[in-house]
């Protein structure tokens, strides 16, 4: 992850001046409308098709390949979404190929190869930063043509702009963007005496909060688990860490605040009992929280949920008869002054040798929401009910957008958005061509802290050491 410090002042100020005369993002109006592709003719007015002739055969759309590595469920709501792109607009077919496994490597070996896909989807930032560091991946801002570079620049949120930037260079356009909040079972709230209309102020009200909702069985095993926070990179932004200085060459694994966030994660595990919540944990075995009716939120063995606005499709598809919830914001940590904002994105990149790059720069144009029709932009949190966030704050004025996602997730903008787009400081993953093993290995140390094998400053301190060694050997290689 790599840390962005931005007041919302800079944040104004960025998106003026994104482009000379551009007013500033969160004041301008919402985008006019595009034209929409001419609608097709009936089977009854189609003219008999004439001989092919080479003007014809210029005008055909272009069709390409989208990799993502989406499977099952989820590669179908890719595939409607890329159906409805293809719908939208006559110049380009997309054709999705599911890559289940080993992205990065598979990329590579078709770049090497002469044969990659004109374009992928790829699960975060992080893995883009490491293919262009690679030099595998096309910069995006050298694809499209200026004032197309331009358009879509002045569209995004700047911290999303940044989010793509890997040594000066636009390679990874977000098309969604993470953020957080907690769902709270209203019910289990009252049955314990807790106001669900008012949330926690900071992290030792929120942990309170958490043991008033907690139930044991006569053993004092955990039965219903109140609330629990074990993530590491949102820790880490909420306490305004660091994991790699600005000029991508010193791992700081092992900051100050880094270390302040582990430290409250493993006095909270310390707190309830380290192996009664391993034991609770072992036993929601197979229960994410994208198992359907299986979530353990929904099914009733968890209070409240720090997750993602994927949840609100969970839950429109499988909750209970009777089930009710709300949404509280995630509270700053206790003597935490500012907002901390993780986001990786799911996002567009453009393989080096990929055929029909102009068509690629359409999607990805198009399916950010920065041209095309936005209705199909919107799509992408229709099918996927309001998934995650979009990449410009000017989509909430969008007409379809605030009927059909907005308006169906409650807390959806007025908390989710709003943390994504007026956080004061933002964490990104580690821009450094060493960023997938960097992460692995902290989260691996991170857990041992947690679970008490290690103190926090033992655990980062040698993530540090351990992740710039590895750092240091491949810039050597590299030259």
Known sequence: ??????????????????????????????????????????????????????????????????????????AKNIEQILDGYNKSQNKVVAKHVVVPENMTQKLL???????????????????????????????????????????????????????????????????????????????MCKDKGVDPNKPPANW???????????TYDAQGNINILGGDYTSVSNSIARFLGQLVSDDGL???????????????????WKQVGVKKLQ?????????????????????????TLITG???????KRYKPAGFEFTVWPLPRPTGVDKTGMNTYGDGWIIPKGGKEPAAAWDIISTMTGATGDRDVYTGLFMVWQCVNGPVSPMMVDWPK??????????????IFLKDLFNADYYVYPAKIPTSDSYSSLLSAEWEKARLGQKTPKEALDYVTEQAQKELDNWLAKAG
């Open 401 to 414: 957008f605030k009927t059909e996602v907005i308006g169906q997730c409650p807390g959806y903008q007025e």
């Open 1 to 74: 992850m790599n840390s962005k410090r931005l007041s919302r002042r800079d944040f104004l100020k960025g998106a003026a001046l994104a482009g000379s005369g551009l007013v500033a993002v969160a004041c301008a109006p919402a985008a006019a409308p595009t034209a929409a592709p001419a609608p097709k003719p009936t089977e009854a007015a189609k003219p008999a098709a004439p001989e092919p002739t080479k003007a014809a055969a210029a005008v055909a759309p272009v069709p390409i390949e989208v990799w993502s590595g989406w499977t099952e469920a989820a």
């Open 309 to 315: 606005p994927w949840q609100f499709d969970t839950i």
């Open 109 to 187: 070996a078709s770049v090497a190869a002469g044969s990659p896909p004109s374009t992928a989807i790829l699960f975060g930032a992080g893995t883009a930063y490491q293919l262009a560091a690679q030099k595998a991946i096309l910069a995006l801002d050298e694809v499209g043509k200026p004032d197309q570079v331009a358009t879509l620049k002045k569209w995004m949120a700047p911290p999303i702009w940044d989010l793509g930037v890997y040594k000066g260079k636009f390679y990874f356009a977000s098309m969604w963007n993470q953020c957080y909040a907690m769902f709270v079972n209203t019910k």
């Open 250 to 268: 010193k791992i700081t694994a092992n900051h100050p605040n880094n270390i302040k966030a582990l430290e409250w994660q493993t006095a909270r």
């Open 204 to 214: 030792d009200e929120m942990a309170a909060t958490w043991d008033k909702l907690t």
């Open 279 to 303: 034991d609770y944990f072992a036993s929601l075995q197979g229960r994410g929280e994208r198992s359907a009716g299986n979530d353990p939120f929904l099914s009733g063995l968890r209070a």
